[in-house]
């Protein structure tokens, strides 16, 4: 249980100031909010009090909004300590600390200091049961509110008392454990811990299903697996993510159709800090059985493994599915103007992608009007959108938890200034290096190889918009005007393009007034400043296991077990010229073979893209 005490100041406008006693010296904290523009600050304690300050709050809403202190980088899964809740322009705190009493089986009761007049919510998560909620008023007074679970609970779960105007106001919560009669402790619940996990009793959308372990079952050991997800570079497709897990079965174990379908969620563990992270989530697609005689019982089997894209892009559009068809429209699904982060959030909730396995990003401009055949899919209309903001740039991808997380072009442009803005995003750079410049807080790369490839050139390129300003179809006479090209990258290797994007949903730019059409002359201004001379490209980058004990192994460990798609990675490796060279994760290769009972064999080769390609904002 933390020791830590917390205690929060807001000025009422701008800046929110936590001060954290009985910190653990070298240890990093974090504070961050939910207001419509909040922030996020992390600082490591020196000694037993440290001082978190997030400013730059703009928001103008006065709706209640949370600030969270925990321990780690923000947003990040573990280890909340404290929380409260404060109202754009009001200095007072809500309040919300209380006691806590778990029966051992289905009741839990909070005790607290209510404020009067205020509505609240006592809501309890757990992986039988699923969300149980108790809405009440507060009377001023010292208040005791029971809430009686529909079953009794298994593993462990949470409890929170929120605020009734939004899903971002956890005043507190407390973690339990089944059938143990407690208090609970702060915090929220750890990941489960194993390579393999299947939920073999929810639906396949649950987004908070209950697992259950299946690397470690008796007489169907699983030696390992291999996921691979995102793409091979920024000029390609995101495509569905895949995943592999092998196993020797030799009772039957896995001979059950019923296991098709089901969600699958892979895991890393590291053995540095003793915890399990999760790498990759989908679906089991397929089971493949090698069957060998020559040993009673015994067989090969092999899970294939699909990423949730795979999902979106077997939903066919459906009648129900957009916006009311205008009057004149048949047999089509209509989207109506709109921001292209609001079309994206439409398009995931008419295939009920619930909001917790789902990131989207704000993005920067509106989308024309569109209709789509009831055989074109939903995939592909969230494609189209992203491809709006910024082809190539703008993406769309699996990430690590199995969530559909939707970037617009700051998120490249300027990584770690979008995470400050208060974005949903755990963005992380990462440091590797070799030989001796595999100092602390960089992992060691194990193999490297790169070239200078000249189809990454660009020397020619156009986009245009499927409507003009007034809504009608893109004259083809103006797409002469929006062609870009750089005659002494035509000079040197000739025409290179290929990359061109016709027809895109772009209405305008939501930040300023740029037609769809200025907007796609500015696509074609960037990749000519960017991509029309060679840049150097990694072939391959990999990590791999360390000995826990070894001085290299803590950088290393956290890299390959955290890493994710859209994270930036520096890179020095002297003797190919490289000094902490930056480059962006545009997608992962994950190999996990059992080794030993303290660690793993884990590679991860990560596919990079230069940094370099994006030394020119044209937007700015």
Not at 489 to 504: F, K, M, N, V, W
Request: aromatic fraction near 12%.
């Amino acid at each position: 249980m933390p020791t830590e005490t917390i205690s929060f100041v807001y000025n009422g406008s701008n800046e929110i100031v936590a001060t954290i006693e009985n910190a653990i010296p070298s240890t990093t904290y974090s504070m961050w909010n939910n207001f419509p523009s909040g922030s996020s600050v992390s600082d490591t304690a020196t000694g037993s009090t440290l001082v978190l300050i997030c400013s730059d709050i703009d928001g103008d809403i006065g709706a209640p909004y949370d600030v969270v202190v925990q321990i780690g980088s923000p947003h990040s899964a573990n280890d909340y300590i404290g929380a409260t809740v404060f109202a754009k322009g009001s200095t007072s705190e809500y309040v919300g600390t209380g006691t806590w009493e778990y029966d051992g089986a289905e009741t839990i009761e909070l005790t607290f200091a209510s404020e009067s007049g205020v509505d609240y919510f006592l809501q309890a998560t757990d992986t039988v049961s699923g969300d149980s909620v108790v809405p009440f008023t507060g009377t001023g007074e010292l208040m005791t509110v029971p809430l009686v679970l529909a079953s009794t609970p298994g593993g462990d779960y949470f409890y929170a008392y929120l605020l009734v105007d939004g899903d971002f106001t956890t005043l507190e919560n407390r973690l339990f454990t089944a059938g143990a009669a407690s208090t609970g402790v702060r915090g929220n619940p750890n990941f489960y811990a194993g390579r393999v996990l299947i939920a073999l009793d929810d639906g396949p959308l649950e987004p908070y299903p209950t697992w259950t372990r299946y690397d470690m079952l008796e007489e169907c050991r699983c030696p390992g697996f291999d996921c691979e997800t995102g793409r091979q570079s920024e000029l390609d497709v995101t495509d569905t993510g895949t995943a592999r897990v092998y196993f020797n079965d030799r009772n039957g174990t896995l001979n059950d159709g019923d296991l098709v379908g089901l969600q699958i969620m892979l895991q890393l563990y590291n053995p540095v800090t003793d915890e399990w992270h999760p790498r990759w989530r989908g679906h089991i697609d397929d089971i493949n059985y090698e069957v060998h005689p020559s040993v009673a019982g015994l067989a090969t089997v092999q899970m294939e493994c699909v990423g949730i894209f795979d999902y979106l892009g077997g939903v066919t559009m459906l009648p129900t599915f957009g916006h009311t068809v205008p009057d004149g429209m048949e047999a089509v699904v209509f989207y109506e103007n709109q921001n292209v982060d609001d079309r994206i959030i439409r398009l995931l909730d008419n295939a009920r992608i619930a909001s917790s396995m789902r990131v989207v990003f704000t993005g920067n401009v509106s989308l024309n009007e569109t209709s789509y055949d009831y055989d074109d899919v939903i995939l592909q209309a969230i494609r189209d959108a992203a491809d709006a903001e910024f082809p190539g740039i703008a993406n769309v991808y699996e990430d690590r938890f199995g969530r559909v997380v939707f970037h617009g072009r700051f998120a490249r442009f300027d990584p770690e200034g979008t995470e400050a803005s208060g974005a949903n995003w755990d963005f992380n750079r990462w440091y590797a290096a070799t030989r001796i410049d595999v100092t602390t807080g960089v992992a060691q790369i194990r193999e490297f190889s790169y070239n200078r490839p000249r189809a990454r050139i660009i020397n020619s390129y156009v986009a245009w918009p499927i409507a003009d300003e007034n809504g009608d179809e893109f004259p083809r006479s103006r797409i002469k005007d929006l062609i870009r090209t750089d005659s002494a990258s035509i000079t040197r290797y000739a025409y290179r393009g290929g990359h061109d994007a016709p027809g895109l949903l772009i209405k305008e730019n939501i930040n300023n007034s740029n037609t769809g059409a200025e907007e796609c002359g500015l696509f074609g201004d960037f990749y000519i400043a960017n991509y029309a001379e060679i840049h150097e490209n990694i072939q391959r980058v990999t990590l791999k296991s360390l000995h826990p004990d070894d001085p290299r192994a803590a950088a290393t460990w956290d890299a390959m077990c955290r890493m994710d798609i859209s994270d930036g990675m520096n890179l020095t490796v002297s003797e190919a010229g490289f000094t902490d060279t930056p480059y962006f994760i545009d997608g992962l290769s994950v190999q996990c073979r059992a080794l030993n009972p303290d660690f793993d064999h884990v590679e991860v080769t990560p596919n990079l893209t230069p940094a370099a390609y994006y030394a020119t904002d044209v937007f700015s």
